[in-house]
């Protein structure tokens, strides 16, 4: 048993509750807050763990989207115009891959931790980050991909996933929770997309989507044109859209899933308030999309939305930090305080609940012990969580479980 305390606590509960001057108790669980005194006298046997006198504890943040694999991108990729980029993913997606060797995927990882990070959504194209992400000590969500246009490949596909997904089920714990990545809409043809979603309900995993991403994919999906058409030409002058928009979403229904971008989506009444959720990658979105997401709006439609660094092939940092401060620079319609504290709840709180962890996301009695231990300097309460985010590059300590991971 331990028993830890802090000057300013973020709680992350819905009403962004800051406590002050409070300990609390914990094992693997969190099991009592209190005055630091008093905890210690009922838990005589609790053995304090020292922080400094201007100390801040906050969950440990979720990142739920991110591409372990892409992570020795360097000059690589092309940035700018969608299609451009995926060719330019085409080309080098292999040696990135070869060159993603486990040490640099173990290394990615832990400069993750360093910034506060204890569960990560993994989307796995090839399955060469399993090792790694099952020693790394993080928790991971372990999302294997599936994509292919062509239907004569599919069988081919099939047994490639099926290979990746059965070796992932093999390793599944509490840390350690396998999923399916279902690619895109214009990646992913009909067969295989009810495959993976035959597959996600048999197993009751999770599911990812990248969803309504760039202009390129939205005007390919709606209107038949734009630059996919142009780079499809080149194979097949009469190629149409693997899937119609309403009836890709359909094929969603009863099934807990993470759409991610979804910059150009308009169907919010489509989705699942309780099921279906919006992940946001607004560094990756400035990179690659042409749009920026409208946070208000999707706000406004009541559904879950949460924040994900995407992959390096995407962004050049996968601190949820850094992209909260990517987010305080593009949502300018939002008043700054304001914005900082639902920033730090869709990388707490509101990832928890897409990715089904009842238990993470926020500090309270019975959730996992699963927190970072901050330094930050004095100011006005009301300024805390915009001044924590705009300051705060490496956290002190984190426990995930209520273990304290080797930073
Ligand atoms: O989220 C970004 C942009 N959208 C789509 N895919 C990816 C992203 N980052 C990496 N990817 C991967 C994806 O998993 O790039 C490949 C897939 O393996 C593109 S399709 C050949
Ligand atoms: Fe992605």
């Given at each position: 048993m331990f028993l830890i305390y802090a000057k300013?606590?973020?709680?992350?509960?819905e009403k962004f509750t800051i406590l002050k001057n409070q300990a609390f108790v914990f094992d693997k669980k969190i099991k009592e807050f209190g005055n630091l005194q008093n905890l210690q006298k009922k838990y005589p046997n609790a053995k304090l763990i020292k922080t400094s006198k201007n100390s801040l504890i906050l969950p440990a943040f979720i990142n739920s989207h991110t591409h372990l694999e892409f992570s020795a991108n360097a000059y690589d990729l092309a940035y700018g115009d969608f299609i451009t980029w995926l060719k330019s993913v085409i080309k080098s997606r292999v040696s990135l891959n070869e060159k993603a060797k486990k040490r640099l995927i173990l290394n990615t990882i832990k400069n993750m931790q360093k910034t506060g990070t204890a569960t990560i959504g993994a989307i796995s194209s090839f399955g060469s980050d399993l090792i790694p992400c099952v020693k790394s000590g993080a928790r991971i969500v372990y999302f294997n991909e599936i994509l292919g246009s062509?239907?004569?490949?599919n069988e081919i596909k099939k047994a490639d996933f099926l290979k990746r997904f059965n070796e992932s089920l093999k390793f599944k714990n509490d840390l350690f929770i396998p999923a399916i990545s279902l690619h895109s809409p214009y990646s992913t043809n009909l067969t295989l997309a009810k495959f993976a979603l035959n597959l996600a309900k048999t197993h009751k995993n999770l599911l990812s989507v990248h969803f309504l991403e760039s202009k390129a994919e939205n005007e390919w999906l709606r209107?038949?044109?734009g630059d996919f058409k142009k780079w499809f030409l080149n194979f097949n002058k009469n190629i149409k859209p693997l899937h119609k928009i309403d009836d890709f979403l359909a094929l969603f229904n009863g099934q807990r899933t993470l759409f991610t971008h979804c910059v150009f989506l308009k169907e919010f009444e489509k989705l699942d308030k309780h099921l279906h959720s919006i992940t946001h990658c607004a560094f990756s979105n400035r990179l690659l999309s042409q749009k920026s997401l409208n946070l208000k709006r999707v706000l406004k439609s009541g559904l879950n939305i949460h924040l994900g660094t995407d992959g390096l092939s995407s962004n050049i940092s996968l601190s949820i930090l850094d992209e909260m401060r990517a987010n305080l620079l593009i949502h300018k319609e939002f008043e700054l305080k304001s914005l900082a504290k639902k920033l730090l709840l869709m990388a707490t709180l509101y990832p928890a609940k897409a990715l089904n962890f009842n238990d993470l996301g926020s500090l309270e009695i019975g959730k996992s012990a699963d927190f970072s231990v901050c330094e930050i300097g004095e100011c006005d309460e009301k300024q805390l969580p915009l001044q924590f985010i705009l300051k705060t590059k490496e956290v002190k300590d984190l426990f995930i479980r209520g273990e304290k991971c080797n930073l």
């Open positions: 300013n606590i973020f709680v992350c509960d062509s239907e004569s490949e209107k038949e044109s």
